[in-house]
């Protein structure tokens, strides 16, 4: 390959390299997909403290609603 040939390669390289940089259609994407792995990981820092509060909560509305058994 000759010189001016490879170096018409390497001009092409860089122009496609600032096309790929100024291109933002799938940022987008990405930032969904970040805010998903976002919510993901509160949801699984906050899902036991929330079910042991719900199970209390069901607990107590248990408990007043049916009576306690005779003895």
Do not use: H
């Not at 990405?30 to 607990?59: K, N, Q, R």
């Amino acid at each position: 390959m000759s010189f001016t040939k490879v170096i018409q390669k390497i001009k092409s390289e860089i122009i496609l390299f600032k096309y790929l940089a100024k291109d933002t259609e799938g940022a987008s994407g990405i930032e969904y997909a970040i805010i998903a792995g976002m919510a993901a990981v509160a949801l699984v820092v906050f899902m036991e403290p929330i079910s042991g509060a719900v199970t209390d909560i069901f607990t107590v509305l248990r408990d007043s609603l049916v009576p306690p058994p005779a003895s």
